[in-house]
């Protein structure tokens, strides 16, 4: 049965605004949905001064109404201050689309949630997180849960790639149970680099292979 999309979503959907990747940006992020494996990635542009978001694109690995969302969010967020985009809720989002099907919920999470981590992905590299706890192996466990297998589409814990995670003076060590030479093998690395780095009391992260 087709999903009853509105006018708005099929629109945004067809012509999605701010699709795209920006080189250099100041900040980045990947999410992936835990409810249907797709992904989203957001890049921005901030201004430091102002704290003002001066560009925003995404892409979407997703759905429709991933898509529709991702489009959305990005015309919210663009011109406003991080701490105002932070306020940006999917409810928010699938209202100004006119509505979601309640099982398109997860869509416009996953592309919400990709909006604020690449926030915080800013506020990581640019020192400006306050609360200074020290990185626990759960936190960086659950960093790696946002790491894609692109082999198959799912996260490097759930396709249990990561062998062994240990953190001991500031450094960070990765075993996965996956060949060095697989042609997967360096985007894992640096995406996983890309997760734990920002991270304030990490000094050094080391990805290796037990093939
Ligand atoms: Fe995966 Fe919509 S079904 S993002």
């Known amino acids: 049965m087709p999903v009853p999309y509105s006018e708005i979503v099929m629109e945004h959907f067809r012509h999605p605004r701010n699709v795209g990747r920006i080189e250099n940006p100041d900040a980045k992020a990947v999410e992936g949905s835990t409810a249907c494996g797709d992904m ?4 921005l542009m901030v201004d430091e001064e102002s704290q003002r978001i001066t560009d925003i694109k995404f892409e979407s690995y997703g759905c429709a109404s991933n898509i529709a969302t991702g489009s959305i969010i990005t015309e ?18 699938s209202e100004a689309l006119g509505g979601l099907p309640p099982v398109k919920t997860h869509c ?20 400006l997180v306050t609360e200074q706890k020290p990185t626990t192996l759960e936190e960086l466990r659950r960093r790696l849960r946002h790491v894609m297998n692109p082999a198959v589409g799912l ?6 790639l990561v062998e062994d995670v240990s953190l001991e003076n500031g450094v960070a060590r990765v075993l996965l149970d996956f060949p060095a030479d ?20 990490i000094e050094r992260v080391e990805v290796e292979f037990t093939e």
């Open 155 to 160: 996260d490097i814990i759930r396709t249990k």
């Open 182 to 201: 697989h042609q997967f093998a360096n985007n894992i690395r640096d995406e996983i680099i890309e997760r734990i780095e920002p991270l304030w009391d």
């Open 76 to 93: 919210l967020a663009k011109g406003k201050t991080l701490e105002e985009a932070k306020e940006i809720s999917w409810q928010q989002a």
């Open 40 to 43: 989203v990635a957001v890049y």
């Open 108 to 127: 416009s999470v996953l592309a919400v949630d990709g909006l604020r981590a690449a926030i915080q992905n800013y506020e990581e590299r640019h020192g």
